[in-house]
């Protein structure tokens, strides 16, 4: 499986921001799939991840009621909706996936990740 994201940039707080991913290989819908972010200094932490039909979503505790999660089997992606940024977001978020649809469990794919950088 390959992942590819997209959508980062900078932007001031309080803004919104969407980031896609392009999954290709497999069968998209057989994976679960997730975001993550690692700010510098820090070790790379989950946002949200979303299960094979998109009926299950998890969030950290930090980014929920701002971000949601969602995908479009038939096009191959996954999206993070970004609202009500704040500094702390600022780093580079990555696409992942697992082999199977349910949430959870060790990522098997990484995808290269997209900066976000988030003014005050």
């Known amino acids: 499986v390959q992942l590819q994201a997209s959508g980062g940039g900078l932007v001031q707080a309080g803004d919104s921001l969407r980031l896609s991913c392009a999954a290709s290989g497999g069968t998209f819908s057989l994976y679960a799939m997730s975001w993550f972010r690692q700010a510098p200094g820090k070790e790379r932490e989950s946002v949200a991840s979303i299960s094979g039909t998109g009926d299950s979503t998890h969030y950290a505790a930090s980014v929920k009621g701002r971000f949601a999660v969602s995908r479009d089997n038939a096009k191959n992606a996954v999206y993070l909706q970004m609202n009500s940024l704040k500094p702390e977001d600022t780093a580079v978020y990555y696409c992942?996936?697992?082999?199977?649809?349910?949430?959870?469990?060790?990522?098997?794919?990484w995808g290269q990740g997209t900066q976000v950088t988030v003014s005050s």
């Open positions: 992942a996936s697992k082999d199977g649809p349910v949430v959870g469990g060790r990522v098997d794919y």
